[in-house]
């Protein structure tokens, strides 16, 4: 908890059988990308149900206007980190780029080594989500997603993709990564959605 906050101050924030933790875990399948030039080797792609797609390159994704957001995260595997403050490209900012088709009721989020993320449109526009390339004031390290992450916070932190490099909007719901490995389609904190069959 941060300093100062008791307890009893903290306990409507944090889900049940969390523990709230200062430190920053790091948790990912797989290996960590790395980019020797962000120009050439990174872009980021908006497809699926839009009018016309586009891909960005990283100095026009970095150009958009930025935000700001403090939120807390959970994390399926049982922490909660509170009073997170991150700096990014807020999803509304992102949308403004494309025409959604009507029929579009889900967004897959595509991230680097072919890992997704899927959730119901609603919730991927919902305020105060962002695409991040800050935390608590410092760069990403690449562990923790650099050059860019999604942050959802009011679902488990494995909907918040690392290393993001695109958005589908889907008509119908997918199955991403951990979805697929048994995970909960949607994984909210609250209802301890984690697995499949909760």
């Known amino acids: 908890?941060?300093?100062?906050?008791?307890?009893?101050?903290?306990?409507?924030?944090?889900?049940?059988?969390?523990k709230v933790t200062t430190g920053f875990p790091v948790l990912h399948y797989g290996e960590v990308p790395t980019y020797t030039d962000l120009a050439t080797q990174w872009s980021?792609?908006?497809?699926?149900l839009v009018e016309e797609e586009m891909t960005l390159s990283y100095e026009q994704i970095m150009a958009l206007?930025?935000?700001?957001?403090?939120?807390?995260i959970h994390c399926v595997t049982g922490w909660s980190k509170l009073d997170n403050v991150w700096e990014g490209i807020p999803v509304e900012e992102i949308v403004k780029l494309v025409k959604i088709k009507p029929e579009a009721k889900y967004v897959m989020l595509h991230a680097e080594h072919g890992w997704t993320?899927?959730?119901?449109?609603?919730?991927?526009?919902?305020?105060?989500?962002?695409?991040?390339?800050?935390?608590?004031g410092e760069e990403l390290t690449p562990d923790h997603g650099w050059p860019l992450r999604f942050v959802i916070p009011h679902l488990y932190f494995w909907k918040s993709a690392k290393w993001v490099r695109g958005i589908e909007f889907l008509e119908k719901d997918k199955q991403g990564f951990w979805e697929k490995n048994g995970y909960h389609m949607y994984g909210s904190p609250w209802k301890e959605q984690r697995f499949a069959w909760d």
């Open 65 to 72: 206007p930025k935000g700001n957001t403090t939120n807390d």
């Open 117 to 136: 993320a899927n959730m119901p449109l609603s919730d991927f526009l919902t305020p105060g989500n962002l695409f991040a390339s800050k935390h608590n």
């Open 1 to 18: 908890m941060s300093v100062g906050q008791s307890t009893e101050q903290t306990k409507d924030r944090v889900p049940p059988n969390q």
């Open 44 to 48: 980021f792609r908006i497809f699926g």
